[in-house]
């Protein structure tokens, strides 16, 4: 399979009609996807995001597809365009959304996936679906460890290394039976060999944003596990990453959710949707994993294949152990800089769009570390 990334760097330009005609997946024609989606219509539209939008479509054969249309042709989007399919094209596993096949006719940039019908976990916990709530608790366990085994599987058996780079609510899909599919690898970046990061312009969606990640654009595999630890805190209480508290103060779910685990207030930390239908042991598991993968240090934060065997409880005396040195000790909420839980949140809120933080910012954050 030839590697894109090397024109990435170059600057080069792809051809896309090239390389990609013997896998599981297929190129298809503009027509045919067209036909589809009732020529992109309205009605069919599932979402739209920053790279365009999203559609419900069927083809001849009756099977269900979403296609990813690009907004607008450029170097950048063909950039990610290049990533997205590069990475979904390398591979598989059942918690990572499958590649179906693309489209590049002129300048249309398409990308074919399975159809999920639960749609995503973001709907599921403050969308249209959230009124309903079809995530009970053992719902919520699975996607939580289902996700979790995918991201690991990007970091410790892909080949090379992948960092996601985007983990959130709206990129962890939900198939028929609500198990979790990773997608959207339009931000991700493969790992060299022997490298533990690389350094990039800062991508990806505030209140996710790991401070090293959001100060120095350092993405490394424990950028990842952040962001997933907000995601399990969204997940557990049902809360969204960031909380108005006033026109001008915001609350991070981090700092909500510290403290009350400090006082082991967990069941206050549990979705009101649930009704305290739930089990207590895996929301204080889940919660405590997920501030422990949450923390400003990143070599404090498990790798991923730990964060896995923690959320199903196969880790015990680690898990206590973590409890006991993190959780339950107040200084060591901090890390030995002072770089809070949620400084990364409240540091990625001033940057703007995908840009690195200006000077004034870096300054302010780095004075916290000294």
């Known amino acids: 399979m030839p590697s894109y990334f090397s024109f990435l760097c170059c600057g080069n330009s792809p051809d896309w009609r090239e390389g990609w005609r013997f896998g599981t997946w297929r190129i298809f024609s503009l027509k ?5 989606t009732n020529s992109f219509n309205y009605d069919n539209k599932l979402g ?16 269900q597809i979403a296609v ?9 989007a063909e950039m990610e365009f290049a990533v997205e399919v590069e990475i979904l094209g390398r591979v598989r596993h059942k918690n990572l959304l499958c590649l179906r096949g693309y489209c590049a006719e002129g300048e249309e940039r398409l990308i074919v996936y399975d159809f999920m019908p639960n749609l995503s976990l973001l709907t599921h916990l403050h969308g249209h679906n959230s009124a309903v709530c ?4 053992s719902r919520r366990m699975s996607i939580a460890i289902g996700a979790a085994e995918g991201i690991a599987y990007l970091h410790h058996n892909a080949t090379p290394r992948i960092i996601h780079r985007d983990i959130k609510a709206s990129n962890v ?5 609500f198990q979790a599919q990773v997608a959207d690898f339009g931000f991700a970046k493969l790992i060299p060999e022997g490298a533990t990061h690389v350094t990039t312009r800062v991508k990806g969606t505030l209140g996710y944003l790991a401070p090293e990640y959001a100060m120095f654009g350092k993405a490394s595999k424990s950028c990842d596990v952040y962001s997933f630890g907000i995601l399990l805190l969204e997940l557990a209480s049902g809360k969204k990453p960031f909380e108005k508290l006033s026109p001008t103060i915001k609350q991070s779910i981090a700092d909500w959710a510290l403290p009350l685990a400090r006082e082991k207030r967990f069941e206050e930390m549990a979705d009101p ?3 305290g239908r739930y089990v207590e042991a895996e929301l204080k598991r889940m919660i405590v994993v997920a501030l422990v993968c949450a923390q400003g240090a ?5 790798v991923m294949v730990e964060v896995v065997e923690l959320l199903k409880g196969e880790l015990k005396e680690k898990l206590s152990n973590l409890e006991n040195d993190f959780i339950s000790k107040p200084e060591l909420g901090r890390n030995v800089r002072g770089f809070s839980l949620a400084d990364g949140v409240s540091v990625a809120n001033k940057s703007k769009g995908d840009a690195k933080l200006d000077a004034d910012q870096i300054s302010e954050v780095r004075e916290k570390l000294r």
């Open 32 to 36: 045919e996807l067209h036909a589809a």
């Open 48 to 63: 739209e995001g920053g790279f365009g939008s999203v559609y419900w479509g069927q083809l001849w054969d009756g099977s």
């Open 68 to 76: 990813k249309r690009l907004k607008v042709w450029s170097n950048k």
């Open 134 to 137: 079809l995530l009970d608790w």
């Open 173 to 177: 899909l939900l198939d028929s039976g």
């Open 273 to 275: 949707k649930l009704g």
């Open 298 to 302: 990143p070599e404090k934060r498990p």
